[in-house]
């Protein structure tokens, strides 16, 4: 089976020495990806942008690794603050209410001060 390496050319994914996504066989596994807007290097500063940024570049990277959100069967959500998840599920649930993946949210510190939101997907083609 071949590994294949996704990238989203942000600056991070080389500084880091890491895939925006890697496909193997079946599966693909997206790197926790934050609400940067990777075009402009910008990050918003609501978590509804940030996760709908973060969203975007998941499912871009699904794209260009030849899944599709239908495929996802995993998402990890982490916040910085519980208050953010009303917020997070009103944008997450919109992609996948009808998929339903196994998912969790948990609390945490994420690297950067203004970094409100990450997210990791797992998706698998049956």
Same mark, same amino acid.
């Given at each position: 089976?071949?590994?294949? *390496?996704?990238?989203?050319?942000?600056?991070?994914? !080389? &500084?880091?020495?890491?895939?925006? &996504?890697?496909?193997?066989?079946?599966?693909?596994?997206?790197?926790?990806?934050?609400?940067?807007?990777?075009?402009? /290097?910008?990050?918003?500063?609501?978590?509804?942008?940030?996760?709908?940024?973060?969203?975007?570049?998941?499912?871009?990277?699904?794209?260009?690794?030849?899944?599709?959100?239908t495929d996802v069967v995993r998402v990890h959500y982490h916040v910085t603050d519980a208050a953010f998840a009303d917020a997070v599920? *009103?944008?997450?649930?919109?992609?996948?209410?009808?998929?339903?993946? &196994?998912?969790? /949210?948990?609390?945490?510190?994420?690297?950067?001060?203004?970094? !409100?939101?990450?997210?990791?997907?797992?998706? *698998? !083609?049956?």
């Amino acid at each position: 089976m071949q590994r294949r *390496l996704i990238s989203t050319g942000s600056p991070f994914e !080389k &500084a880091a020495g890491y895939s925006r &996504a890697v496909v193997q066989g079946p599966w693909c596994f997206v790197a926790g990806t934050t609400g940067y807007d990777y075009a402009t /290097m910008t990050m918003p500063s609501s978590v509804a942008e940030q996760t709908e940024n973060a969203m975007a570049t998941i499912v871009g990277a699904l794209e260009q690794a030849g899944f599709a959100m239908t495929d996802v069967v995993r998402v990890h959500y982490h916040v910085t603050d519980a208050a953010f998840a009303d917020a997070v599920f *009103l944008v997450v649930g919109a992609h996948f209410r009808n998929i339903r993946p &196994a998912a969790t /949210m948990t609390v945490t510190g994420l690297i950067r001060p203004e970094m !409100k939101v990450e997210i990791e997907v797992t998706a *698998l !083609k049956a």
